[in-house]
């Protein structure tokens, strides 16, 4: 075949369909189907919402129009004020449990001989820390007698004898 042939033959094969669509379209506008056809069912087997006004035979009774204008309808255009947002209540955690066994006072660096909750003892200097990892307290002075923990924010001594 001729390509000039060929061209018309697919041009013809592709109009087809569209003039088919548009005649069907075309059929439904001018003569569209009764309002009655398949009012029965629809293809669910069920019944179309029917959108027609319905005339209502109940109507209210004078006793119904008094309940519903006896009814308190004078109240606050307005919100009470919100709650008061709830108290948060810091849980105070206790200094680590650590006993000072001993002081090494040397000019240039003091140490401190602490034994923890376990009975570890450890050598520890001004600034680190000691007690367990979650709660642990900061060494800020080292005196001869006693060391002073910084907890929090709080400070906390610890004497020679004294447990905590």
């Not at 088919?20 to 001018?30: E, F, H, N, Q, S």
């Not at 108290?87 to 006072?105: A, F, S």
């Not at 602490?114 to 367990?132: L, M, Q, Y």
Request: hydrophobic share 40%; proline share 13%; aromatic share 2%.
């Amino acid at each position: 075949m001729r390509p000039k042939t060929l061209r018309i033959l697919i041009y013809l094969a592709s109009a087809l369909p569209v003039c088919a669509g548009g005649w069907i379209v075309a059929r439904t506008l001018m003569h569209p189907p009764p309002p009655d056809a398949g009012a029965a069912q629809t293809s669910n087997g069920l019944q179309p919402f029917d959108a027609s006004p319905r005339q209502v035979d109940d109507e209210p009774t004078l006793s119904d129009l008094q309940r519903v204008a006896s009814a308190p309808l004078r109240q606050r255009l307005f919100d009470p004020p919100p709650a008061p947002p709830p108290q948060v209540v810091e849980k105070v955690v206790p200094p680590p449990r650590v006993k000072l066994i001993g002081t090494m006072i040397n000019a240039r660096q003091p140490s401190a001989l602490i034994a923890d909750e376990r009975g570890n003892v450890e050598i520890k200097k001004v600034g680190e820390s000691v007690g367990p990892e979650n709660n642990p307290a900061i060494i800020r002075v080292i005196a001869s007698d006693q060391v002073t923990l910084e907890h929090r924010g709080v400070a906390v001594q610890l004497d020679m004898e004294q447990a905590r």
